[in-house]
């Protein structure tokens, strides 16, 4: 049973903080990247940021300088530290992890099931 499990979201204010956690659990024996996307109403399914292996990372040109994501290899989670948020943020973010190898399956995408960001006055 594998899944990703989200934490971390809420309602905010503009300007406030929010820390986004996601753990991959399962049985699974590796994975190339995890890091989140996020989905306003209306709006396409965006990259925010991700983590690969070799701690390169990727992040919208958005939110460059206001978020930080982070992972702890060993226990297959990722981290996404919110900061000066903006009511432009307001959003479901979704957990992604990548190239999930679990027995002889490889899954190209592995997502969380979202959670609500909320940032209003």
């Known amino acids: 049973q594998v899944q990703l499990v989200e934490s971390g979201g809420g309602l905010v204010q503009p300007g406030g903080s929010l820390r986004l956690s996601c753990a991959a659990s399962?049985?699974?024996?590796?994975?190339?990247?995890m890091g989140w996307y996020r989905q306003a109403p209306g709006k396409q399914r965006e990259l925010v940021a991700v983590?690969?292996?070799?701690?390169?990372?990727t992040y919208a040109d958005a939110v460059k300088g206001r978020f930080t994501i982070s992972r702890d290899y060993a226990k297959n989670t990722v981290y996404l530290q919110m900061n000066d948020l903006k009511l432009q943020d307001t959003a479901v973010y979704y957990c992604?992890?990548?190239?999930?190898?679990?027995?002889?399956?490889?899954?190209?995408?592995?997502w969380g099931q979202g959670t609500q960001v909320t940032v209003s006055s």
């Open positions: 992604d992890a990548k190239n999930v190898v679990v027995g002889t399956t490889t899954y190209a995408d592995l």
């Open positions: 399962g049985s699974i024996f590796s994975l190339n990247a």
């Open positions: 983590m690969w292996r070799s701690d390169w990372t």
